[in-house]
């Protein structure tokens, strides 16, 4: 790579950067004074509301019980690749695979943007991969 493309790549992800700064910054003041902590709560909640109801499902586990915000570990009854094979069937973007960590460990999160709908959808269709 010459010294031309560098710079030029270098100007491109300064500008990708101020770029996200800016959109964090718009989001951010369009939430509000309590905007932070209200989507921190939202955050933390809907991790919760999932954890709660994959652990109903036999085969699924937290991996710790330690604390957690909105990601957590959760072991599966099968792998988390046969598993996000499935849910990408349905057009659902699975949880990342940390089974090198956790035995058939399963990486998910909830953010403020996730519906109790969607919770509700991936945790039917956990519940039928259970039996492969």
Not at 8 to 23: C, E, H, K, P, R
Not at 43 to 48: A, G
């Given at each position: 790579?010459?010294?031309?493309?560098y710079?030029?790549?270098?100007?491109?992800?300064?500008?990708?950067?101020g770029?996200?700064?800016?959109?964090?910054?718009?989001?951010?003041?369009?939430?509000?004074?309590?905007?932070?902590?209200?989507?921190?709560?939202?955050?933390?909640?809907?991790?919760?509301?999932?954890?709660?109801?994959?652990?109903?499902?036999?085969?699924?586990?937290?991996?710790?019980?330690?604390?957690y915000?909105r990601?957590?570990?959760?072991?599966?009854?099968?792998?988390?690749?046969?598993?996000?094979e499935?849910l990408?069937?349905?057009?659902?973007?699975?949880?990342?695979d940390?089974?090198?960590r956790?035995?058939?460990?399963?990486?998910l999160?909830?953010?403020?943007?996730?519906?109790k709908?969607?919770?509700?959808?991936?945790?039917?269709?956990?519940?039928?991969?259970?039996?492969?």
């Amino acid at each position: 790579m010459n010294a031309k493309h560098y710079h030029n790549l270098t100007w491109i992800s300064m500008f990708l950067v101020g770029l996200i700064a800016l959109m964090v910054t718009v989001y951010m003041a369009a939430q509000g004074k309590q905007g932070l902590r209200h989507i921190a709560k939202l955050n933390y909640h809907k991790s919760h509301y999932l954890a709660s109801l994959l652990t109903k499902i036999p085969g699924y586990s937290l991996a710790s019980d330690g604390v957690y915000f909105r990601e957590f570990v959760v072991h599966c009854p099968r792998s988390p690749a046969e598993i996000n094979e499935m849910l990408l069937k349905h057009k659902i973007l699975g949880g990342i695979d940390v089974s090198d960590r956790y035995e058939n460990g399963m990486l998910l999160c909830c953010t403020e943007l996730t519906t109790k709908d969607e919770i509700n959808v991936l945790v039917d269709l956990l519940a039928q991969a259970h039996h492969p």
